[in-house]
């Protein structure tokens, strides 16, 4: 969960309670919180996450609740009064309302529906413009998500306030009876809550209320680690003699910045028939058509982790991760006994953010078709320059054509739906093939043909676009393309990616291994079971705590007196809360400028149970 989507948690959590660390304590108290999220809960959703068994929800919780329980949109409140428009005119009545609510759905009484259209009714002719209606309902969400937020930056107190305990008494909820009641009636989200480390930040202030000292010096710890400058270091692990003579795989894979903050990538299975000298590396790819034009993700930190695989994914062991730094590559070299691996590609997220909108940057977002003199429908020449630049990065092994199982990872990302067999029969057809396999042309002509049928309306390859990474200037901005190569001395190598929904756990558990099995843990003091690991490589900072108390702890973590160094949670101050018995990643650390020294300092403070 990164700052924006926090920042909108927070907003919303402090519209009704003094305080993050205050808990819900009821399904209203619940509701009330969603609604001031831009959400309109059903009883069912309610039902959902308060069962007779919740006593209570966290803040963390409801973080986790609004990830999963996504905004209501326009088109899809529409399709549901759309359903109870008999004439199909536009505008319901009051029979055909009263109907809909009284027998569909979570059924309501006559009196909450006549309550209901009296209220919604706003010209009083005995009719519901469901259009203006919608319009309406969405504006008010969207102005209660504002009110949250002004509220937020405007009360300096509330702003800087971290922690504490006390509730209030929340204001009315912005959100009309009448919008939420017909909300809740019309439109259901049955979601599944996934589940991650329990993570609970902070907002990044320099004005944060602090511990009191006395606290501070009884259950803190303080680490400080000080880096030199990328410029001024040779790598530690050197190019083998002969390499060119090795046996050579490759494959590319991207990494994505997700909605929330998240980064997803590929995985990948490596297959090492015999015990072999192997040198690995990950770097960011390059693909730039001109030497006088830049490529931002060039810059973003990457690594890779090799698991032996297990019988099953928990039973996999660390085996090596690429700690060393050759320019833009990270590399490992050593021997890897005959087997099957996983490759986990990684980077920590200190690079690789949600991008800020840039001042001066027209309006306009650049053309996407075009119509010919004729009168036809065509690519531009920016578009046909990214699809170019997607179809090199789609394409895995780097044959210059896709394979049906490259091209449905390209189709899972933008569209979430796979490609049979029987349509790419027909994609055979009617674009460009080699092999069964779709040529760089073919791709052009399967775009410009979506193009078409959508009569040059460019919604749709904006989607596209905007799945891939691209912003509306065509630039590469929430993505990192990279490259793997595995050189064998004793045999050749084989490389498969994996299902798009492997390998976060097994990343997770690497990224564990790899911080607990290189460093001491420090325990903070006055807290004999709560320990922090610091793990410096030559290139990362990565801190871990791990709670072995028997129940949760709320730590708060300040990195104001680092220097030259970007965190992973793109917040100097934050707060974890570590469930029992658990370990979780704090953050990683990088240099801003990698060409500086940098100096991270942190100070990590137990706060008391509340």
């Given amino acids: 969960m990164k700052e924006a989507f926090y920042m909108q948690c927070r907003a919303a959590y402090l519209a009704v309670f003094r305080s993050s660390l205050t808990n819900i304590t009821s399904k209203q108290q619940l509701c009330r919180v969603l609604q001031q999220a831009g959400r309109n809960p059903s009883h069912a959703t309610l039902n959902k996450y308060w069962t007779p068994k919740t006593s209570k929800l966290n803040f963390d919780d409801f973080c986790e609740i609004l990830r999963c329980e996504k905004k209501t949109e326009k088109a899809e409140l529409l399709r549901a009064f759309k359903k109870m428009d008999v004439n199909g005119d536009g505008y319901i009545t009051h029979s055909e309302l009263e109907k809909a609510l009284t027998t569909r759905g979570e059924k309501m009484t006559s009196e909450e529906v006549n309550a209901i259209f009296s209220l919604a009714d706003i010209n009083k002719d005995g009719k519901l413009d469901y259009s203006e209606f919608c319009r309406l309902l969405l504006s008010t969400v969207e102005q209660c998500q504002v009110s949250a937020m002004e509220r937020l930056e405007a009360d300096a107190k509330l702003k800087r306030q971290n922690f504490g305990s006390q509730s209030y008494s929340p204001p009315k909820t912005t959100v009309s009876s009448a919008s939420s009641a017909v909300a809740q009636a019309t439109v259901a989200h049955p979601q599944t809550l996934e589940t991650s480390d329990t993570t609970l930040k902070k907002q990044d202030s320099r004005s944060s209320s602090r511990p009191s000292s006395a606290r501070s010096r009884r259950s803190s710890l303080s680490n400080s680690v000080t880096m030199t400058s990328n410029s001024s270091k040779a790598s530690k692990t050197s190019e083998p003699s002969g390499l060119q003579d090795w046996h050579h795989t490759c494959i590319k894979g991207c990494f994505f910045l997700e909605e929330d903050g998240s980064i997803s990538s590929l995985k990948y299975q490596l297959h090492v028939p015999q015990t072999t000298k192997v040198f690995l590396t990950i770097q960011p790819l390059s693909l730039s058509h001109s030497p006088d034009k830049s490529s931002s993700w060039m810059t973003v930190d990457t690594a890779l982790f090799v698991m032996l695989a297990g019988e099953t994914k928990e039973d996999s062991t660390l085996v090596c991760f690429t700690e060393s730094k050759d320019k833009h590559k990270y590399v490992w070299k050593g021997d890897l006994n005959a087997g099957n691996y996983y490759l986990l590609p990684f980077t920590s997220g200190c690079r690789l953010k949600k991008s800020k909108s840039k001042k001066g940057v027209p309006n306009k977002p650049v053309e996407l078709v075009y119509r010919t003199d004729t009168g036809e429908l065509d690519l531009s020449r920016e578009l046909r320059c990214v699809l170019s630049d997607i179809f090199e990065v789609i394409d895995l092994d780097g044959n210059g054509l896709l394979s049906l199982e490259e091209y449905n990872f390209f189709e899972l990302r933008t569209s979430g739906e796979k490609c049979d067999k029987d349509a790419w029969a027909i994609c055979k057809e009617n674009f460009d093939m080699r092999k069964n396999q779709l040529t760089r042309q073919g791709f052009m002509e399967l775009n410009l043909m979506e193009a078409t049928e959508k009569d040059g309306d460019p919604a749709d390859l904006w989607v596209t676009l905007e799945a891939m990474g691209y912003n509306r ?138």
Avoid at 569 to 578: G, H, L, N, P, Y
Avoid at 597 to 610: A, G, H, K, Q
């Fill in 473 to 610: 200037m065509l630039e590469l901005v929430e993505a990192c393309p990279f490259q793997i190569d595995v050189h064998c001395e004793g045999s050749q190598a084989s490389i498969q990616p994996l299902s798009l929904d492997t390998g976060p756990k097994l990343l997770n558990q690497a990224l564990q291994k790899s911080i607990t099995s290189r460093t001491g843990a420090k325990a903070l003091r006055g807290q004999d079971n709560v320990f922090i690991y610091t793990y410096r490589g030559e290139h990362r900072v990565s801190s871990l705590i791990a709670n072995k108390t028997n129940q949760k702890v709320t730590v708060h973590v300040n990195n104001e007196q680092s220097r030259n160094c970007a965190s992973s949670r793109s917040m100097s101050v934050f707060a974890v809360e570590v469930p029992a018995r658990t370990k979780m990643i704090l953050q990683f650390i990088n240099a801003i400028n990698a060409k500086q020294d940098w100096t991270y300092n942190c100070v990590e403070t137990i706060l008391p149970c509340m």
